[in-house]
């Protein structure tokens, strides 16, 4: 079992930036793939960022390249997500997600692709 847990998430303003961080305990001595998603209100939840276990491999939905940054630090068994110039359409409850991953270029991009997942943290951004 992998545990996860997010934080970083509050109020800003339009064109701010915040940093998400994921914090992995339990069997993290395994290989995982990374994942960001996000649900707005009324909306699925949809893939935000990926990042192979190794780093190496990375994947972003259009509307955040360029904005979003995903890293890890395996040492810390922590994923981040920089996001930078914040709009109102970035609102969401943002949540990571792990899977245990034998290619070191595996970046899964479906909700179904993850078995662990957070608890989601809250990204509010007003314009």
């Known amino acids: 079992q992998v545990q996860l847990v997010e934080s970083g998430g509050g109020l800003v303003q339009a064109g701010a930036s915040l940093r998400l961080s994921c914090a992995a305990s339990?069997?993290?001595?395994?290989?995982?793939?990374m994942g960001w998603f996000r649900q707005a209100p009324g909306k699925e939840r949809k893939v935000v960022a990926a990042?192979?276990?190794?780093?190496?491999?990375?994947y972003y939905a259009d509307s955040v390249k360029g904005r979003f940054t995903i890293s890890r630090d395996n040492a810390k068994n922590t994923v981040y997500l920089q996001m930078n110039s914040l709009s109102p359409e970035d609102t969401a409850v943002y949540y990571c997600?792990?899977?245990?991953?034998?290619?070191?270029?595996?970046?899964?991009?479906?909700?179904?692709?993850?078995?662990?997942w957070g608890q989601g943290t809250q990204v509010t951004v007003s314009s």
């Open positions: 339990g069997r993290t001595g395994y290989r995982y793939a």
């Open positions: 997600a792990s899977e245990y991953s034998g290619s070191a270029y595996y970046t899964p991009r479906e909700e179904y692709q993850y078995t662990y």
């Open positions: 990042i192979s276990w190794s780093g190496d491999s990375t």
